[in-house]
C-alpha cells in the first residue's frame, strides 16, 4: 500500500499512545454518575461492548448513581481516522481517491438517570464525511423492579429510534462490531433491512421483562415520524417509510458460571415499506427478519475475551419495488452471518476478528450493479487498540478516555465478484476521543 511516511509515522504514534499502560475510563457521564471507571460497563476500557455488570445498568434504566443525586449529563467524542485501500476508490465530495485523513464523527451526548425509574441516552452527531449534522442514537427508558412467584423480574419501557439499540448484548446489528468505522471505507451493498436499515428514521415503544436476570423477553412497535420531524432531525425516510407499525420481538436467556457469562437469544423485525416513499402502486415491500445470536464472555483480574455470533434470515416480497421496475423478482431472500472474538489484556490492550459473510438470492434488477447480479460479500475484519484511562478515575473524575487503534478488512467476495475483491481491502488506522 502507497502510504505516505509522514502519516504512518503519526498514526503509529497515535497507535502506540494509544496503547501505553496508563490507568485508564464510555459515555463519561455515565462514569461520573456511577463512580465506576469505563472498564466496568465496557469489555477494553471504551465502548460500546457491555460488560454483564454495563448490561445491568443500561437495562435498569441507567438509573444507578454513586454519590451526589445530580452528575452533569454532557458528554462527547469524537473519531478521527487515515483510511488506505488497495486500490483507487470513487473520490466523494471533499476527499481524494485514496489515502484519506479525516474527522469521522464529532457526537454530544446527553445521558443519564433521574431519580430510580427513569434515565436515558440520547446521541447528536456531526458526520464528518458527509458534512451534516442530524440526531444519532436515542434510547429513553423507564424501568421498575418486582417480585412475581418468587422471581425478581425488572420490567419497563424504552422509547428509541434504531431497532437493537435498546438490546443490552452486542450480538444485534446495532451495536455489532467493529462498533467504529469510516463512511470513507468501501462496503458491501447489500444488507438486510434490520442491519441499520431503519436507524434514525424510525420511532419505537417497546416493552421489556427480565426474569431472575436470566430470561429477557422484548416485544414493540416502530412506526415512520412525519417527513418534517425528520427533516428537523436531520434526517430522512431510510429505505422507505413503514406502512402503520412494524412488530420487533427480542428474546434472549443469559447464565453467569464465575467469570464466564453465556447467552443465547432470536430477535424478529417485520416492517412494511413504502420504498423510497413512493406510494404509486399501491403495494408495500414486506421484510420478515428473524435471527439467533449468541454471545460469550470471559473477564478476568488480567484477561477478558469474548465473541460474539448471529445469523440473520430476510425474507423479501417486493411486490411494491416489482411493479416499479426495479427487481426481477418479487420474492428474495437474504442471509447474513457474523462471528467475531475478542481479546483485552488488563482492559487496555487488545485484538478483534470478525468472520462476516452475506449471500442470497440473484435479482438482475435489484442487484443490477452487481457481478452475478448476487448480493454476496464475505471477508473478515481484523483490529488491535489501546485505550489509555479506562481503567482508573484520575483523569478529569474519569471523563477523559483515548483510545487509538488499527483495523484491516480482507474481502474474499464483495459484491457477488470474487476477482477483484481484494481491490476493496482496507487498513483504517484511528483514534477515539471521549470526554
Known amino acids: 500500500m502507497n502510504i505516505s511516511k509522514s502519516v504512518f509515522s503519526c498514526l503509529l504514534l497515535a497507535v502506540a499512545l494509544g496503547s501505553a499502560c496508563w490507568p485508564a475510563r464510555a459515555v463519561p457521564s455515565f462514569a461520573e454518575q456511577t463512580g465506576q471507571p469505563c472498564s466496568a460497563c465496557h469489555v477494553g476500557g471504551l465502548g460500546p461492548q457491555l460488560t454483564p455488570f454495563g448490561r445491568t445498568f443500561k437495562l435498569e434504566g441507567y438509573t444507578m448513581r454513586a454519590g451526589a443525586a445530580f452528575s452533569n449529563p454532557i458528554s462527547a467524542m469524537a473519531i478521527a481516522s487515515y483510511v488506505n485501500t488497495a486500490d483507487d476508490q470513487a473520490a466523494q465530495p471533499h476527499y481524494g481517491v485514496n489515502n484519506n485523513v479525516t474527522i469521522d464523527q464529532i457526537s454530544a451526548f446527553v445521558a443519564g438517570g433521574i431519580g430510580n425509574h427513569f434515565g436515558g441516552f440520547t446521541q447528536w452527531t456531526w458526520d464528518g464525511v458527509g458534512r451534516a449534522f442530524s440526531w444519532d442514537n436515542i434510547d429513553l427508558r423507564v424501568s421498575d423492579r418486582e417480585t412475581v412467584k418468587g ?34 471505507a468501501p462496503a458491501p451493498a447489500a444488507a438486510t433491512i434490520f442491519d441499520g436499515g431503519p436507524a434514525q428514521s424510525v420511532l419505537g415503544a417497546t416493552a421489556f421483562a427480565y426474569w431472575d436476570s436470566s430470561f429477557y423477553s422484548e416485544a414493540g412497535l416502530y412506526w415512520t ?62 421484510y420478515v427478519d428473524i435471527g439467533l445470536d449468541a454471545s460469550y464472555q470471559y473477564i478476568g483480574d488480567n484477561n477478558i475475551y469474548t465473541v460474539n455470533a448471529r445469523y440473520s434470515h430476510e ?19 437474504l442471509e447474513d452471518f457474523r462471528l467475531d472474538a475478542a481479546y483485552y489484556w488488563h482492559n487496555m490492550i487488545g485484538g478483534s476478528a470478525q468472520f462476516f459473510d452475506t449471500w442470497g438470492s440473484a435479482d438482475a434488477l435489484l442487484y443490477a450493479g452487481n457481478s452475478g447480479f448476487r448480493p454476496d460479500s464475505s471477508g473478515v475484519n481484523f483490529q488491535v487498540d489501546g485505550t489509555v484511562f479506562g481503567r482508573d478515575m484520575d483523569v478529569l473524575d474519569g471523563r477523559f478516555n483515548v483510545r487509538a487503534g488499527m483495523q484491516y478488512t480482507v474481502y474474499s467476495k464483495f459484491d457477488g465478484a470474487t476477482h477483484g475483491a481484494s481491490g476493496n481491502d482496507t487498513l483504517r488506522l484511528f483514534v477515539w476521543t471521549a470526554l
Open 315 to 333: 425474507q423479501q416480497s417486493l411486490d411494491a419495488t416489482y411493479l416499479l421496475g426495479a427487481a426481477a423478482n418479487r420474492s428474495n431472500t
Open 151 to 184: 422471581s425478581d423480574v425488572l420490567f419497563g419501557l424504552s422509547l428509541n429510534n434504531n431497532p437493537g439499540v435498546q438490546d443490552g448484548w452486542n450480538t444485534l446489528a446495532a451495536w455489532g462490531f467493529p462498533y467504529t468505522g469510516s463512511d470513507l
Open 225 to 286: 415520524p412525519s417527513h418534517r420531524f425528520l427533516s428537523a432531525m436531520g434526517t430522512d425516510e431510510g429505505p422507505g417509510p413503514i406502512s402503520g407499525a412494524a412488530p420487533y420481538f427480542r428474546a434472549a436467556y443469559q447464565k453467569d458460571f464465575g467469570n464466564h457469562n453465556f447467552e443465547v437469544g432470536a430477535f424478529a423485525f417485520l416492517p412494511d415499506l413504502h420504498p423510497g416513499g413512493d406510494r404509486s402502486t399501491g403495494r408495500t415491500d414486506s
